[in-house]
């Protein structure tokens, strides 16, 4: 029977799908309502909130490692940009962090973001910039050692503009980059948020000398009306 991150039994929830209309109201505008209106009918928003996970960024990484299986007992796993915490909360009963399947053996996971995380059983978690000078020595401080995973959700808020957004987040992605080629153990995982725009030929180049294997992957999860996509380099070299 299917569990949430929270023990409890979530089959047979939220059987009932009636589609939630939003009127649109003085002082607010066409853009939110309509956001309003998505967020309200979108059915992955709907299952976060059935199964007790913090976002429908949980169900991305859960449909990537069902895929790819890089979330297995043992791992220690990098998550930047982890908040509000959906993908740790993914991470903990696969990596095994609690400790709690026995004979298996247990993970580690430490998670990064600018904003404060609520507490998360089975997480380190920290407040920091990954993008200033020094962040990822600090990572490395932290995780003492090497890593099996590092994995990327990194978005700066959106400008509006669609190119300046793109290479921000290229950006985000190459310093996540850097940093799995520093920490990642021989036959490591780097998964990574990036936005289709053009600028992303580059990053492809440098990970293909690095890893066995690079995959450009829409998670189910991911809405189809974005440019977002993930990109899944497995079998670090090294
Ligand atoms: C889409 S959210 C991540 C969602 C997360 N994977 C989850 O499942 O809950 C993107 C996150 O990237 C973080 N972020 C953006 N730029 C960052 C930076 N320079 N350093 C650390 N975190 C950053 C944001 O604060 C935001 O929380």
């Not at 007992?73 to 009963?93: H, I």
């Not at 904003?115 to 990954?130: K, N, Y």
């Not at 290229?170 to 053009?198: M, P, Q």
Request: charged residues 30%; aromatic residues 6%.
């Amino acid at each position: 029977m299917a569990k949430g991150p929270d023990g409890k039994n979530t089959s047979g929830r939220g059987q009932r799908d009636l589609t939630v209309k939003v009127k649109t109201a003085r002082g607010r505008r066409a853009s939110s309502t309509r956001w309003l209106q998505r967020q309200l009918n979108d059915p992955y928003v709907k299952r976060a909130q059935l199964e007790g996970y913090r976002g429908r960024a949980a169900f991305k990484i859960m449909e990537l490692d069902d895929k790819f299986r890089f979330l297995v007992p043992g791992a220690r796993v990098v998550d930047l940009g982890c908040a509000p915490g959906g993908w740790c909360q993914v991470a903990v009963p696969r990596v095994n962090a609690l400790g709690e399947k026995a004979g298996k053996a247990q993970g580690r996971i430490l998670g990064v973001d600018l904003q404060e995380v609520e507490p998360i059983a089975g997480v380190e978690l920290h407040q920091l910039d990954f993008m200033d000078d020094g962040a990822d020595d600090k990572v490395k401080d932290w995780l003492g050692g090497k890593a099996d995973v590092v994995m990327s959700d990194m978005a700066a808020s959106s400008s509006g503009h669609k190119q300046t957004d793109h290479l921000r987040i290229i950006a985000l992605c190459e310093a996540a980059a850097y940093l799995a080629f520093d920490v990642l153990e021989e036959g490591g995982t780097f998964v990574s948020k990036v936005l289709a725009g053009g600028a992303e030929g580059e990053l492809q180049k440098l990970l293909k000398q690095r890893f066995a294997k690079v995959a450009n992957v829409k998670p189910p999860a991911s809405r189809a009306d974005s440019s977002e996509k993930f990109v899944v380099a497995t079998g670090f070299k090294g």
